[in-house]
């Protein structure tokens, strides 16, 4: 069982930085793929970025990649996600999530946090 917590979201300006942190519980933390998913009014939950278990190997939404860095600290449980140059169009709830496999999908995420709001103003 893996308990996971966002934190970090905010109202930030168009070209603003945020960093978002997400806190697990449970000693299995480090065999866990994370991702970072968003879901903005009206739309389906989508992917953002992946991590594997080790920190070696990232993946991102080409709608972020470039501008968002995903990492992780085995050590404190703890995955971040670096967010730069932010646009209007990253406004969303961002949520973490922990699966067996570092992929794209959403629904293959076993645990999930409860979401942090990111507002991206014009």
């Known amino acids: 069982q893996v308990q996971l917590v966002e934190s970090g979201g905010g109202l930030v300006q168009a070209g603003g930085s945020l960093r978002l942190s997400c806190a697990a519980s449970?000693?299995?933390?480090?065999?866990?793929?994370m991702g970072w998913f968003r879901q903005a009014p009206g739309k389906e939950r989508e992917f953002v970025a992946t991590?594997?278990?080790?920190?070696?190997?990232?993946n991102y939404a080409d709608s972020v990649k470039g501008r968002f860095t995903i990492s992780r600290d085995n050590a404190k449980t703890t995955v971040y996600m670096q967010m730069n140059s932010l646009k209007p169009d990253d406004t969303a709830v961002y949520y973490c999530?922990?699966?067996?496999?570092?992929?794209?999908?959403?629904?293959?995420?076993?645990?999930w946090g409860q979401g942090t709001q990111v507002t991206v103003s014009s």
């Open positions: 449970g000693r299995t933390f480090s065999s866990y793929a």
């Open positions: 991590i594997n278990w080790s920190g070696g190997r990232t």
């Open positions: 999530a922990a699966g067996a496999l570092p992929i794209p999908t959403p629904e293959l995420y076993k645990y």
